[in-house]
């Protein structure tokens, strides 16, 4: 599959909100709304949450910053020591505006909001911002976290056309990306959720193109998440780069 087009909506649940939400959602995307099947991949909104389910991924997959790895990693990350932060400028006195130009999962935004800063989310596969969309409105409830949420908007649109439309007030100071690197051979060593964002997104095409448009946007800085050994996006050579385990960012400086 290399498009969001092939899936329906279901829905798992008795609730008569959730299930005015499923069709809420099958108006907006497009795609019908069918039973719960064991076939093919759907969007099944249950009780709780809104999943995405493919039988070839085991268990349902859904985006939940108040537990599990999101949580840990609030906790426990590092703060503002950690690459990340560090890669995009936070510092005493520094807490500058981001574009997550490739959200995914939301998982490193979720890092940078809860440092404090505002960040906004793009994120074009309609599947991944669904399940981004009501992660949000889920944590707006818990008052943990609650401010780290507020400072976090997401629009489900293609990042370069984003970019080209904003004026020069809505420039950020920084411009992350984290861009889609080609699967390993064996996919049981690739978490299931980075598979599924393979599937969906297919491969990756342009991320020289957005690389180029965000650093004639981007007010001082872009930053460029890689595989440790990868190479640099477009043979674009970075000014600098910080590294962890398994990690670069490569960071491009706006003159």
Known sequence: MTSAELFSISTDTHLADRIALAESLAATLKQPLMPVSAEGIQLVITDQHVEIRAPELGNPIFIDFEQGK?????????????PLAKAIGLKKGATPTVIDAT??????????ANLGCHITLIERNPLIATLLKDALHRATDNPDIRDAINRMSLFNCDAVEYLKTLDEQRRPIVIYMDPMYPSREKSALV???????????????????????????????????????????????????????NTRYDIYLIN
């Open 191 to 245: 978490k299931k959720d980075m598979r599924l964002l393979h599937q969906l997104a297919g491969p990756d095409t342009d991320s020289e193109q957005l690389l180029t448009t965000a650093r004639t946007t981007a007010l001082k800085r872009v930053v460029v998440k890689r595989p440790k050994s990868a190479p640099f996006v477009g043979d674009q050579k970075s000014d600098t780069s910080i590294e962890s385990k």
């Open 70 to 82: 999101n949580a840990h990693r609030r906790q426990f990350g590092g703060g503002r020591g950690q």
């Open 103 to 112: 959200a995914g999962f939301g998982r490193d935004a979720f890092v940078l």
